[in-house]
């Protein structure tokens, strides 16, 4: 049945309204003659309308026009004109009528009714599974499923990998009259040549070696569903012969049996690799070429859709929260990153990262420095926390004086020290001359610096990582002490 609008024909100059008539008859357009005094009745029912609006002696135009915002108004002649200024008038039809511009206009009045703001609100309550954006490249997409759905069309989805071409595939399946059937898939590449067939069609008890009983195929199991054939382009030629004799005469035989079975099935078929060129290269039958890719479905890639990231993230995110009962936020920066990542592996590749990330930092913030090296595509300045002085210290002695028994002997060597400050830190009572104690802290600080500074030729960050300190935490402390390799 056909979506289009309603077209209905107001003009009270009754021959030059017969006559637009005659050519919308003529060019195979329904149309309805409506009186000026029955119209706002008319749109009331039918709000969403094509009108071609003439002589309307005291109905007031400007007036139904603006009541009735959903319907596309077409109007004849120059004098009404000025009626353009307001937005669902789409043009002036004048004398005499030709096919060609009133094709145009109505083509023009059929768009504006086709992307009406209420229509998209529709599509996007229509049931589509997985299939999240609203970039415009995933906005066609979902025109496309459902323009072809409701037929019994063969269609190709097409695309790099990675893409979500079965989840199209599905959505097809589910917005189909054989919604309620199976859906069945099949990696056409991933079985062996010698096996595909057996797959496809099913076999008989005694066909081959190993076939110790009767088996049912994917063409059998999907009978009154769908059944998709995945990575087309990889089907052996001579399985594209029998696929097309299946396509053409719709029915099919057992290997190994002989009675006639019919393939009630529809056809999705996918592949990432380019069967034109395929087909000049003789890898790919150009009759089943042009049998399959009745409706193409292109699949975008997902840097061409990179706005589309934020919400494709929280989809995938709570597909995963089932597994790993823990999420990620990501910053804006983080987000920016990811969206001047190339992707060579699609959405595909994003779900991995995802589960990467939920693993590392369970219900945590991700910002530019968690991401994996390959996804840090901007240079900003990461947060690095400094900490008061005193827990620096404290934890410096507490690396000193709790150091493991089964230390090198490299690193006793270099820190024989310790036991001296050791035995006057864990005496019982304080020497009877007392203790200058923030004095010894830094006296032992400045030593063991030293140490570590002089036993890797002041390469700091080297020393650092013997400290256990971050690198900008000991050149603040050697700035302190001023402690610096003598010229």
Known sequence: MSDNPHLYLVDLQLNRCERLSTVCSFIGEAHQLVSPDDLANTLQHHPASVVVLGATDQLDASAIIRQFPASAFLVI??????????????????????????????????????LLPTHKQQDNQVRFDGMVGQTPAMQKIRFLIQQVAKTEANVLVLGPSGTGKEVVARNIHLLSNRANGPFVPINCGAIPAELLESELFGHEKGAFTGAISTRKGRF?????????????????????????????????????????????????????????????????????????NVFPIDTPALC????????????????????????????????????????????????????????????QIVDVAELPKKYQHLDVESYQ???????????????????????DSEEAAGFETVATFTSVITQDTLPEEGLDLKEFLAELEIRFISQALERHDFVVARAADILGLRRTTLVEKMRKYNLGKEE
């Open 77 to 114: 002649g120059d004098s009404q004109s000025y009626l353009l200024e307001q937005a669902n008038v789409i043009g002036v039809l004048s004398e005499p009528f030709s096919y060609n511009s009133l094709t145009q206009l109505l083509r023009d009045a059929q768009q504006y009714h086709r």
């Open 220 to 292: 059998e199991l999907a009978q009154g569903g769908t059944l998709f054939l995945d990575e087309i382009g990889d089907m052996p030629q001579p399985m594209q012969v029998k696929l097309l004799r299946v396509l053409q005469e719709r029915i099919f035989e057992r290997v190994g049996g002989s009675q006639t079975l019919k393939a009630d099935v529809r056809i999705i078929a996918a592949t990432h690799r380019d069967l034109e060129v395929m087909i000049t290269d003789g890898g790919f039958r150009e009759d089943l070429y042009y049998r399959l």
């Open 304 to 363: 061409d859709r990179a706005d589309d990231l934020p919400i494709l993230i929280t989809e995938l995110l709570n597909r995963q929260y089932a597994a790993h009962q823990a999420k990620v936020k990501f910053t804006e920066r983080a987000l920016d990153s990811l969206k001047l990542h190339s992707w060579p592996g699609n959405v595909r590749e994003l779900a991995n990262l995802l589960e990467r990330m939920v693993i590392m930092y369970p219900d």
């Open 385 to 407: 926390p400094v900490y008061p002085e005193a827990l620096q210290e404290r934890d410096l002695l507490n690396a000193l004086f709790q150091s493991d028994d089964s230390s």
